[in-house]
């Protein structure tokens, strides 16, 4: 379960971001808050994953509040995602260099915001679950790696038409599929689609999220972003 901070200075909107982050599966609302000194001491009570920040806080930039939380040893684990009316590239910069996620400009829909949710979510699974980083891991995490210059052939074993039937699959259900559910949708062996999954996982072009349920391993679901 991701824990996340709501930081929003107008008291609807962060009602309606917390509404899209409740409703999403793997996503509880840790807390909320209205300014940037309610932000600090926010993270010091309640230890988030991941806040969601607004630029434009009443007292202090969101900017600066993640400066200020990322100086203490104790949320160094925290990821952050700015969603903000602010259209500055300044601003846009100052973000990154703060160690923002990603950068959310207003408005967006509800589908906007989840995906990123989902994403933030799958770097830190991603993260969990490495023992080792190749660089196809790292190019994947940090998305520098231009398309051109990833595999240009399949590897050995896999063939180009199912591999195309497997995309194609995988793009009609955007909100993703497990290997099982890949498999029954394209008419492939389980087997077959996830080695084809695992692949376009591996070359960036799908996105591998984790969903818990009951006893046993979780389950692993794919969903195409390239």
Known sequence: MTRVLVVD????????????????????????AHTGAEALRAADALRPDLVLLDVYLPDMDGISVLRRMRAREEHR?????????????HAVREALRAGALHYLIKPFDRTALQEQLRHAAALRARLDTLDEASQEDVDQIFGTRPRGSRSRGLPKGLAAHTAS??????????????????????????????????????????????????????????????
């Open 9 to 32: 200075d107008d008291f609807m909107v962060a009602k309606l971001h917390s509404r899209y982050v409740a409703a999403l599966d793997g996503f509880t609302v840790a807390g909320v």
């Open 77 to 89: 684990h925290v990821d952050a995602l700015f969603i903000t009316a602010a259209k500055d590239p």
């Open 165 to 226: 039937l497997v995309e194609r699959t995988l793009r009609e259900h955007s909100e993703g599929l497990s290997a099982a559910e890949c498999a029954e949708a394209g008419a492939f062996s389980r087997v077959s689609a996830r080695r084809y999954l695992e692949y376009f996982a591996e070359t960036g072009r799908a996105e591998v999220t984790l969903r818990y349920g009951g006893t046993g391993r979780p389950e692993r679901r794919y969903r195409w972003i390239a």
